[in-house]
């Protein structure tokens, strides 16, 4: 019963299979090799975006925080969501990689809106040399909450950017259940929505350790390219990251892992809503959900060796009937079994 | 035939197993895995330092770099050999994650010697406020010219460093092949010798993409997690880096494959040392060696398809008795046949 | 009429006296002038702090920089209250030098309270190595806002600070009108209610422009010359700032200008209170003040030649009752005669 | 008897008035004072180009890292001369500027060669995205060393650069000794010759602290505000900078000051030259000589309380004859008095 996070399954095994199958003698390196000219073909042909420029990386942090640097100046403040993983979960490596530019934090929940937004980028209007200046606007889909932006939600978060003239970018670590939640294609959910650059997640949907960047305009394609060495983040091996993400690409398997998550999500969420005394907090639409119940069934869970996070509220205290709000993700691995005997237990 | 890089070979089968292997199930995320704590243990035994901290990351430079900003603070200097990769090869991440320090070449070759090292730290002397202030040493084994460093060797150069209170890097991105190579101990080569802190590499060695940063003592061991997880080089799905690392230390299977590598350079250099013409720029001690010949036998080589840098001077030009120099670089994987026939292209 | 800030009035007769005094044939630079030795002498009397680091530079974002820079790491925050001169209006200098350090806003105004310091806090704990680290709290008194920290106030922060041992900066761009608003003396504004490092203003009270930097631990001395002298900051011609200093703090002129200005800034509150329809924001405690009124009386203003800015509300508009807020700094030069003819002008 | 350096004599007169008649009532802060206008009208005018931008700072490495920070991305290098300022002396100061880029040393001397520049450039030619890549040339006139580079020698090496679509820099720390000793305009020695951005010395040459940088194409005007606000450059009470720049550029007070301490200097030399022993290791074209003389002879100056650098040797030693260098600076007000018992006391 694993719902600590989606970062912690397994490799699927088709992927697996198609990085042994490229252990095959010598390949070229630094992303010279032949299969990453097909995974930047791939690539072009499901964003619907032929100019694109397409790259990967090991790390969500290294995708986010190389796909900021390419926007933001040093001088500049990325507009995100207060819960963003670019603010609370990469211990500054925004920061570090921007060269020292500064989050402004927008509104107060996981979804930002297009008011939140414009109050937001209005504050830093007045000051001139004085204050940062206007940067990027950061939107991450699926959110820290487990909430979906549609591709109409995300273009007007775009509309209000491009009225600034700024840049936008897409944090997609779960960008393939957003996707599969929301039916819309790639391209619909970027650049057709204003996104300009996307993280394209992969890690924590059935793959080692790889992540995207796609750049719709790829004039920051060469400098990308620099940051990421200056980084430390450009693999000589890289045959083994192409690899994976064409598996990924193949036969849609990142939807059907995504499909698989996001369908586990949604047993487990119709399980706990026939428990009395469970209450979601956020509607969990994708494969991520924060439900609170109380102390005694979360002990019975850990009694059991159930694994996930309590978000709110500490496991071990007195009062039986406290109510802890615990955060529970699910993987394209997550078995029917594990969230039939999650529910069980936490209904006692 | 390549002969280009030991970073563009396969990966040992007996790796991709130990990652095949670990790919059951769920597994605690970011470092916690259990695999980890028997690379650690290992770590420590094979280098005789029960305190050590010991880290995997995912690319030599990654290594280098967070190893060296635990060590320079950003208004120092790191002193290095002015064709050493963290000058020549990683495109400043030195300076990005010291947050600005200086790299001071040392002498004129890829061996730093105890006087050239003195002259250099003397010359950060005079300054007071306004030089760079004196930093680290960073000492590279195998060295980027192929040649290596004896344990007593890097004591000297160690205790040049200690004499001005700095201290020492090792940047062992061919730590096995310098080990095989010198017959010295893990421990003899390092510690024992005045090294604090070094990069063990894998990747060029038969990993996938791993390298180990052991620091003998431990006291920037949470700073270098934090500087890890800030340079987004902290992987969630960690238990890979730690399979192959396992794998790699498993009954020495790390000595076997640089024993194999520096034995197929041996062949090399000898049967290449037989044929008329052929000079060898530095002794090559490991697995790699620079050698100079004939333009026209670097084309009968070419038309072949045999792969390898062509280090000084151009394929293309008129003179066919022009000596041009290349780089050749063995690796576990290198097979006596492909050596064989390339020397005898070299002959003509 | 100028109300608009105190850095826009004119130097001190006596400063400027001094300046010239020190314009006398050579001088040893980069901080080594004999004046400097007297300035240091002087701040620790007046500091009652013997062991005291004590440097000049001349922007009041470089005292703030430099000192946050010795303070915190490049992986941890920083807490200051989110109008705090460090987050609005230095164009992310805290963020360069930190080398990318976050800045966490406190609660919602401009002086920081003991609840809201503990919970921002607290907010960045649990996050391990993932979030950014806490690093130190930083104080503005006099606020942005002209409300001022009593020591008692002061010690209240810092308490809650050493509870989680993290350091406290205070930025004192205003620190004379502070300790004239409050009556406390500097050793108990600072290192007796556990301030760490003080930005000891003196540009915006009647200096050309001179801060110092005084740190109560000098642990961090030598650090902090390298820093400056990397920022750019150390001055070969140190000589006329340390005379600014000693000008400063000789015969108490530092407190005599602040006198005035809070003096200044009282009577035009105490005329302005006077008027119908004038309120205030935020009580005016020391040399600044935040007070609305209708849009007709600020064009008779405008008319007149007045300066100052206008906070709030938009001074072409067609409501001439609309309430626009005016921010009002007054200095040591602000005579009596302009603070009448602007509240007179206010009556209409 | 001072030749320590040009940075520790006094403020001209003229410009000290001038300081003081800018301390009349209030000023617009932050650069937009009226005097500041009638600065950059004047500096456009001297270099004969209208659309310039001009800034002030405080400090020379200020200019130079702020100038190098507008032209140099973090992942290029800068290629200058060995013992360069902006190498030597300014505590990695362009690598914090701008954001970590390098700085490759070209040939051995204070002068640069455009074939030394050549090789230096070509060095960083074949690494790709591995090394770091070609950034600007950063100039020195007047050299460390004391010797002068003509229009001519400026713009063969900016023929080098443009070359290769590299900027040009130009440290005139000392422009305006570099002006008198060649005659040439300011003009002629700057964007006529390939220069973009000169750091226009003024506090070497009897300012009290102030510099200007002007860029020819104003591409980057906006950005170097906000990089100086950033790197707290940017000063409230800015008409004391505008002032003394004013007074510096009328009536050519700052080409005055400049021949009187070529002059001093050239006296300076005739005179050593004519005692036997003394040999010059550079040939001093400005306000600058590095000569050596017997041990004896610094003794003897040094008990007579002369101040300057001995540059290579101690004073401290046993052998009397032993030849030590001294660096010896002249600034417009070194008297005819002290450098005649100056060279008295060298001859003994």
Chains 1, 2, 3, 4 share one sequence.
């Not at 993400?245 to 892992?257: F, I, Q, S, T, V």
């Not at 979360?298 to 009694?303: G, S």
């Amino acid at each position: 019963m694993h719902f600590a996070s989606d970062n912690s399954g397994p490799v699927h095994p088709k992927v697996m299979a198609a990085i042994s199958a490229a252990n095959d003698g010598y390949a070229m390196p630094y992303g010279a090799d032949a299969l990453m000219d097909t995974v930047r073909a791939q690539m072009r042909a499901l964003f619907e975006a032929p100019e694109a420029a397409v790259y990967l990386v090991a790390t969500g942090t290294a995708a986010n925080s190389l796909a900021l640097a390419t926007l933001a100046e040093p001088y500049q403040t990325v507009f995100c969501s207060p819960v963003a993983h670019i603010h609370e979960d990469e211990c500054n490596a925004p920061e570090f990689y921007t060269g020292g530019a500064k989050l402004t934090l927008v509104g107060d929940s996981a979804k930002m809106t297009p008011a939140a937004l414009t109050a937001a980028i209005e504050v830093e209007e007045s000051r001139g040399v004085h204050g940062p200046q206007r940067g990027p606007v950061s939107v991450t889909n699926v959110t820290e909450r487990g909430t979906v932006y549609t591709p109409g939600e995300v273009k007007a978060l775009a509309d209000v950017a491009k009225g600034y003239g700024l840049a936008v970018h897409l944090d997609g670590a779960r960008f393939a259940n957003a996707i599969v939640a929301t039916g819309a294609t790639p391209a619909e959910m970027t650049w057709k929505a204003g996104v300009d650059v996307v993280s394209f997640g992969g890690t924590k949907n059935g793959l080692m350790g790889v992540e995207a960047v796609v750049m719709f305009d790829p004039k920051h394609a060469w400098e990308f390219e620099l940051r990421r060495k200056r980084g430390a983040h450009l693999f000589s091996k890289h045959r083994y990251l192409s690899a994976q993400m064409l598996a990924y690409l193949d036969d849609g398997l990142w939807l059907e892992m995504a499909r698989a998550a996001n369908a586990a999500n949604a047993r487990l969420v119709a399980g706990l809503n026939g428990v009395e005394g469970v209450r979601f907090l956020h509607e969990p639409q994708a494969n991520m959900g924060f439900a609170g119940w109380s102390r005694a069934g979360h002990q019975r869970l850990h009694d059991a060796g159930a694994q996930y996070y309590v978000w709110e509220g500490q496991l071990d205290g007195a009062d039986p009937d406290a109510e802890l709000t615990a955060r529970l993700v699910c993987d394209w691995s997550t078995s029917a079994e594990d969230i039939d005997r999650f529910v069980d237990l936490v209904r006692g």
